[in-house]
């Protein structure tokens, strides 16, 4: 697969120039990795596409070919597929679409047992390719490249990959839409992505999982490595239908899956946006222990904060005598009287009294992470706040810190910085449980 | 009640002008409605305060005085509250903590006692105060006053008011931070606003109720004129404990809560971003009937929604021979196979395709509200879209439209246009599913 990952040459049959087509969007994008590696444009109408030599066909390609990428129409895909096999090209991303999910699967077999008996490893058909930024590949039709990371993010759905890429807030070492799923499947990336040395974070969007063992045995063993966090869709019977006719995936019961999950160490989520949170937080911030503490200005946005926690089975510790007394010495805590995890320092609270709370809480052994919230309230200083958490962090980097600065226009820059900073903000407390949630080991 | 809200003169007694002091950021927020009503500022210490007069006490006002809103230290509170009393004030607002919350209850009973002697309303204490935006009222210490709406907004929590306010999307009728509400409670905040004709919807946070019977009496006649949407916090037993030092709740057992919203016709929600979510879905846009219709561009993204529609029994029905029959006629649909609800219009869909599918599915008559969803693929027009879906929300006003654009730098202006034309978008398609399902009579 690292030929696959990192090619050396690329040929894409059914390049374009046709405006607003999928090969004219590959070809561009493959382009962009021109310096990096040799690109050929395969196509049999054209001689030149944006000002690239173009070939008829692949056995035409003089030099050796790592990656193939077929952006041809369905019905010739597996002409193109037997013209690969024989140049032996290193791989195969098939972006055509047409196959099972069309009810077409006997073809989509064909082509399957082709590879195989080529030993060629295929990706797709149905899907949208694949990225690997810190080589400057996009062999892919999605427009942007994305900010390399150590998250791999692997999807059943192209357009999800779009959406994340848009988003622009992660970093990624790997992506790759997997489409039907002919050859390999999500379980064969997770078990490359193990020893992939970039990737810190696996995170998957899936419908179906064809081979449910090989998948358990998998995860099993690389959850223990990397966390793998992951999000199923075609859970409701209305859902798996809509699943057959989007990958062609028999989407199975919703439970059987949960239990598979939890068996294998993944972190199975039920929002896109808590599957991009949890992977944000994984990939930036440090496991820890259960045992969180809750530091705030509002209460009952405090008290919201511990009802999840309960739910997600995080425990509050109690702050022990000696972080009583810590916080007892301290001036800027003379006029809160209860102190206690969670800790309300008040709505009058400066940014002294957020850096001897966050700092107590923190030396506490048992407190393994943090919540810290604040609203806007008359005196509020987010971005001295902010600040403090920031040094905090730095002093304590093995205890996690997300934030849940609320509000608008007054918090904006305090999370700018946060954020710039390397620590994560929510807007809803909620998302902030969660993704701490996604960091205690169990 | 009418005089608490529209207040025909005001007095402040506790009026500071040290800086980052609760009384100096009531003066400044009060003054600002001094065109539309007197203003006293009582005070013993000073004679001027922001160049205003200042009383020594209640009773050397002459006028009459409708709301009076009190800002001293906890221990002196209840003489003041006395001297409003023999002062025949409209109503009182205590901002001042330091009663039950502290374990001091007594006190609490006592003030309570006095008050309905008199008959006299009673707001807090420990409360941050009210807000009218339309007269232009701002008694509590919130910095900035909100935009003038439709959404009545109670509060146990004042925190939470600044939150709401500083995000700046919702738009506000009245705005009540009640505290530890030892007179009025939120029954009968939301018995007043049952025939207040600026409030449509009714959003409120809540830790305990501690009059149950008359909540559900309340609300249940309520919620059949307008919705009521809620939050609880204090779940958990760690929750619980939390409250009762917060606003001094007995926040009790959640289940029989959710039994009793239900029961009340109080929809009931779980996180922040839900309350604020479905709030403004219920302001702006028209209840509907169950059976909604998906649209999207993105087939994994569409099972998703069809899931989250599962979970909360939304109906997804299934196209009409008429609708297919109107998009099979439909030049831009010829790629789209696949006519059913969800409706994928795939990947390369323009914006003639989704003027296409809306339109076709608005017109069925189940089908009685949508979530149109967009991800940025290659061709993907947003912007275009937006306007056609906004032409056609103009066209079919009876149905609701949510959208869920996904991404981020592509979709930004296009998210801007919806919005700004009064259809809703989230960023997460849960969100979406959750606020339409608000709008479902059940």
Redesign the interface.
Known sequence: MKRIFNPKSIALIGASDEL?T?GL?LAKNILKGKDLRKIYFVNLRDDEILGENCYDTISDVKGKVDLAVIAVPGPIVKKVVLECCAKKVGGIIIISAGFKE?GNEKEEIEIRDIVRKYKIPLIGPNCLGILNPKVNLNAS???IMPKVGNIAFL??????L??VI????LGFSKIVSYGNEADLDESDFINYLKTDTETKVIAL?F?GIKDGRKFMRIASEVSKVKPIVA?K???????KE??A???GSLAGDYSVYQAAMKQSGVILV????ELFDTALTLSTLPMCENGIGIIT????????T??Y???MGIE?PDLTKTTISLLEKNKAMARV??K?N?L?LL??ALSDRYAAGVESLLKQKDINGLIVIS?????TEHEKSAKIIVELRNKYPMKPIVCCF??????ASAIKYLEANGVPNY?????AVKSINGLVKR
């Open positions: 607003k999928v969007g069309a039709f999605a427009s999807s059943q759905s192209g357009a999800l779009d959406v848009d988003r622009n807030e969007y419908e999000i869709s075609g859970r409701s019977n209305k859902g809509a699943a006719t989007h990958t039920d929002t896109l946006e200005n509002g209460g009952g946005v405090g008290v919201l511990v009802d926690c309960a739910e509050i009287v209860n206690s969670p309300d709505g009058d609203t806007p309230q008359l005196m609320l509000g608008g226009h007054s918090v807007t809803d407390v909620k998302r």
